[in-house]
């Protein structure tokens, strides 16, 4: 369960990426900055299979869960963003060990100078090492993927089915765990997954892209993205219908949340949660390639960690204070403070 959108705003100038990571309760996720490097080594081990290794690979910012070696989304030195969605089709008839979505996230983004370079990256991959492999810490899940994939200049939606892929072009796009593309721009030899893959039923995935949409089509800055990410069902505040919320809380929560600007002649600014719930979190501004300061690095699976310790006062607290959250979000965001100030601020809220 995931939610991912981008849209460039003005075309070489100016563009925006954003993505929920929605996974099991539990399952902490941290974000690290990956600086580039020349390799030595023949080959790669990603979470289940090893592959072939690259000269150098670039810079990556990057949110994952703490287990398995791809990410669920991120950033590069070039500006390339890459987000994935599960895609449940209906039949699984992938090998038991391939790449998952994640790795193909991640390996995107170390290999690709441009949106198109990834894209055609992530499609190689693919058809030399198809998916698959468990994608959750706990429970048996099993699944295809589809990527949002855009940079400064353009933007693309991939979505495969085992060594299968189509992908199309657009200026601004949503995607959720659910097969959209009718008309596709290019496709390995099947032009509908839609129509063949499909489940027999309307998902919460087909009500997540729609809930995203409208305010999509209007993106114009962070601080709308940020409250993109923040939706939730309007139907029931006391969150219900969990799984048709952006935002999401349950069995399956959003781990993780990220907002990338992209702007002419600027490093990537970063605004990150690195904790679940995004209705009850900060998101922290960061600039590509800057050191992530404590606490965020602490130890990634102890139960003092930044994401234990946010999600446990969270489940904890029973006044939570969400004007004084939305006060601290917008200062952070019209006065520009770095990491370290935002971090100070956040404490008014997080003790």
Same mark, same amino acid.
């Given at each position: 369960?995931?939610?991912?959108?981008?849209?460039?705003? $003005?075309?070489?100038?100016?563009?925006?990426?954003?993505?929920?990571?929605?996974?099991?309760? +539990?399952?902490?996720?941290?974000?690290?900055? =990956?600086? #580039?490097? =020349?390799?030595?080594?023949?080959?790669?081990?990603?979470?289940?299979? $090893?592959?072939?290794?690259?000269? !150098?690979?670039?810079?990556?910012?990057?949110?994952?869960?703490?287990?398995?070696?791809?990410?669920?989304?991120?950033?590069?030195?070039?500006?390339?963003?890459?987000?994935?969605?599960?895609? /449940?089709?209906?039949?699984?008839?992938?090998?038991?060990?391939?790449?998952?979505?994640? *790795?193909?996230?991640?390996?995107?983004?170390?290999?690709? $100078?441009?949106a198109k370079e990834s894209l055609d990256i992530i499609i190689d991959l693919l058809e030399?090492?198809?998916?698959?492999?468990?994608?959750?810490? $706990?429970?048996? +899940?099993?699944?295809?993927?589809?990527?949002?994939?855009?940079?400064?200049?353009?933007? /693309?939606?991939?979505?495969?089915?085992? !060594?299968?892929?189509?992908?199309?072009?657009?200026?601004?796009?949503?995607?959720?765990?659910?097969?959209?593309?009718?008309?596709?721009?290019?496709?390995?030899?099947?032009?509908?997954?839609?129509?063949?893959?499909?489940?027999?039923?309307?998902? %919460?995935?087909?009500?997540?892209?729609?809930?995203?949409?409208?305010?999509?089509? !209007?993106?114009?800055? @962070?601080?709308?993205?940020?409250?993109?990410?923040?939706?939730?069902?309007?139907?029931?505040?006391?969150?219900?219908?969990?799984?048709?919320? =952006? &935002?999401?809380?349950?069995?399956?929560?959003?781990?993780? #949340?990220? @907002?990338?600007?992209?702007?002419? +002649?600027?490093?990537?600014? =970063?605004?990150?949660?690195?904790?679940?719930?995004? &209705?009850?979190?900060?998101?922290?501004?960061?600039?590509?390639? *800057? %050191?992530?300061?404590?606490?965020?690095?602490?130890?990634?699976?102890?139960? *003092?960690?930044?994401?234990?310790?946010?999600?446990?006062?969270?489940?904890? %607290?029973?006044?939570?204070?969400?004007n004084k959250l939305n006060q601290v979000q917008n200062e952070i965001l019209l006065k520009?403070?770095?990491?370290?100030?935002?971090?100070?601020?956040?404490?008014?809220?997080?003790?």
């Amino acid at each position: 369960m995931c939610d991912t959108f981008g849209k460039v705003i $003005k075309r070489g100038h100016f563009s925006i990426f954003g993505k929920n990571s929605d996974r099991e309760n +539990d399952e902490a996720q941290i974000v690290q900055y =990956i600086p #580039s490097k =020349i390799n030595s080594e023949k080959y790669l081990k990603t979470t289940y299979i $090893k592959i072939k290794q690259v000269e !150098k690979t670039a810079s990556i910012f990057i949110s994952k869960p703490t287990w398995m070696w791809g990410a669920e989304m991120g950033v590069n030195e070039f500006g390339v963003c890459i987000g994935n969605e599960a895609l /449940y089709a209906n039949k699984y008839d992938n090998p038991e060990k391939g790449l998952i979505g994640m *790795d193909l996230v991640r390996l995107g983004l170390e290999r690709g $100078k441009t949106a198109k370079e990834s894209l055609d990256i992530i499609i190689d991959l693919l058809e030399k090492y198809g998916q698959g492999g468990c994608c959750s810490l $706990k429970n048996k +899940d099993l699944y295809d993927n589809s990527f949002l994939i855009m940079d400064l200049n353009d933007c /693309y939606i991939l979505e495969t089915k085992n !060594k299968h892929w189509l992908y199309k072009k657009v200026n601004w796009g949503a995607i959720s765990n659910t097969f959209s593309i009718t008309k596709p721009d290019k496709f390995s030899d099947i032009s509908n997954f839609k129509n063949i893959f499909s489940l027999n039923r309307k998902t %919460s995935g087909d009500y997540r892209v729609n809930l995203m949409k409208k305010p999509v089509k !209007k993106l114009k800055n @962070v601080s709308q993205a940020i409250n993109i990410l923040k939706l939730h069902n309007k139907k029931d505040k006391n969150f219900s219908e969990k799984k048709k919320s =952006i &935002c999401m809380h349950g069995e399956y929560s959003t781990a993780g #949340s990220m @907002v990338v600007k992209l702007k002419k +002649d600027h490093k990537p600014k =970063i605004y990150f949660t690195a904790t679940s719930f995004p &209705c009850k979190s900060i998101y922290l501004p960061y600039n590509f390639g *800057d %050191s992530i300061v404590k606490p965020i690095n602490k130890a990634e699976e102890n139960n *003092d960690s930044f994401w234990q310790s946010h999600k446990k006062f969270v489940e904890n %607290s029973k006044n939570f204070d969400e004007n004084k959250l939305n006060q601290v979000q917008n200062e952070i965001l019209l006065k520009d403070l770095s990491l370290k100030e935002s971090l100070k601020l956040r404490k008014q809220i997080f003790k």
